[in-house]
């Protein structure tokens, strides 16, 4: 139990001792080296690096050990809570190291039988999986909503581990992320997941995540929904048995809950949508007593939720559409890897938004592309993260056609595909 509670407070700031820089090392599929052997390996590679900017990652190594068993070492989330990369001294930190393998198994589903139906009530992963690899780098937010669901979930399980008593400090392990669709809130849900499965593997062998099929349990047609719920959070609890693995369910739009409760209230809906909605916040209170488990919703619609439901949450987080200053960061991620893939030919190195507030947004032969992005992520503001993301592909298949374009003709095609995009979305609304 000691050893168990040191690995979670290694992932919790202290504002006393020497800061903790996590340290995530993805082992190779195929590798059968020990732990402690690539652990000794690392820890050797970061003595040599003593001092590090922000974030940094290794993924070609000197040593023949971690060429055949180590994909990549990486210095991550140093810059969550940070404005700027800032230089960090490695020998001066606690440094945790989270080895993980990630599975690629993909996603089962988790089936209902109900009379002549086969129903698909749950998604289910078991992480870290490959599929979300990179997720959380990619979810770019304005403010530090990361650090404070990845200190929120360290905190629950760090109280559950020291045995606090919940009946005089409650928490209840859910956690309510709320705002406008297209924002990432699902597959921050996701990345979170990960991120903790990889974060707590001292303590946690694998992860578990279910994500559940909210419109087929409160679908309307099922004469057993109730039972039904019932049977799918069973099979939760089987997996939360476990306590080798740490368990995320995840409910995605939430607020179905809630149109189910008030439908029926109209009659507009049977008796069996009230059923099933109390059916679920039962299960919910009957797994969210075990210490292992953490429930993750999403709901678009804020004030929609359920009342009951908003007070079971701890964190109720809201997420909204991406700032200029966070599109820039996106729109400079893409084409990061696009330079990588030399779609984006030859490579040329783009200022960051710091950078160019350093020489006053002044405009000069370093930084002119930089300012032009920076325009473009200023047009853009109003998109979802989830179009942003799109539209480097969009811009490439509208106005570029070639297997190579230059970080110049790239932006101009960039912004004439953001253009065409708000253009779209005033003959839509203008249709409604």
Not at 24 to 33: C, N, P
Not at 163 to 189: A, E
Not at 203 to 220: A, V
Request: net charge negative; hydrophobic share 40%; proline share 3%.
């Amino acid at each position: 139990m000691d050893e168990a509670v040191g690995d979670l407070k290694q992932a919790l700031p202290c504002v006393a001792e020497a800061p903790t820089v996590h340290v995530e090392v993805h082992q190779r599929s195929g590798s059968t080296a020990k732990k402690e052997d690539i652990k000794l390996s690392v820890r050797k590679l970061l003595n040599r690096h003593n001092i590090v900017f922000g974030d940094y990652t290794w993924s070609e190594f000197d040593e023949p050990f971690l060429t055949r068993n180590v994909q990549s070492v990486s210095i991550v989330d140093t810059e969550l809570k940070a404005k700027d990369p800032q230089p960090i001294d490695l020998s001066a930190c606690n440094i945790a190291l989270h080895i993980f393998q990630l599975n690629e198994d993909g996603p089962s589903s988790e089936n209902l039988e109900e009379e002549t139906e086969n129903i698909i009530a749950a998604n289910h992963w078991v992480l870290p999986a490959a599929e979300f690899h990179g997720l959380w780098d990619s979810l770019v937010y304005d403010t530090e909503v990361k650090s404070h669901l990845l200190d929120y979930v360290t905190t629950a399980l760090l109280f559950s581990d020291k045995n606090v008593d919940s009946n005089l400090v409650t928490w209840n392990r859910v956690v309510l992320l709320h705002g406008p669709p297209g924002t990432g809130k699902t597959s921050l849900c996701k990345a979170l997941a990960q991120k903790l499965t990889i974060r707590l593997s001292s303590r946690y062998r694998y992860g578990q995540l279910i994500e559940i099929n909210s419109h087929s349990l409160f679908s309307k047609w099922f004469s057993e929904s109730g039972k039904l719920v019932t049977r799918m959070f069973q099979k939760i609890q089987d997996l939360i048995d476990d306590k080798d693995a740490l368990v995320f369910v995840l409910i995605d739009e939430v607020e179905s809950l809630t149109a189910a409760r008030n439908a029926c209230r109209a009659g507009t809906e049977p008796s069996d949508a009230i059923r099933v909605v109390n059916a679920v916040l039962t299960q919910i209170d009957q797994i969210k007593r075990h210490s292992n488990v953490v429930i993750l919703t999403t709901s678009n619609i804020t004030e929609r939720i359920d009342v009951a439901f908003v007070d079971r949450a701890d964190i109720r987080q809201y997420v909204g559409p991406p700032s200029a200053a966070a599109i820039f960061r996106i729109y400079l991620s893409c084409l990061e890897e696009l330079m990588r893939c030399q779609i984006v030919y030859p490579r040329q190195q783009l200022l960051t938004l710091r950078e160019l507030e350093v020489i006053g947004f002044v405009e000069n032969n370093v930084s002119k592309l930089s300012l032009l992005l920076s325009e473009i992520s200023r047009k853009s503001e109003g998109l979802s993260g989830r179009v942003l993301r799109k539209l480097p592909f969009l811009a490439h298949a509208l106005y570029v056609q070639a297997p190579t374009v230059t970080v110049e003709g790239f932006l101009h095609a960039l912004s004439l595909a953001v253009e065409k995009q708000f253009e779209e979305r005033k003959k839509l609304s203008s249709c409604a």
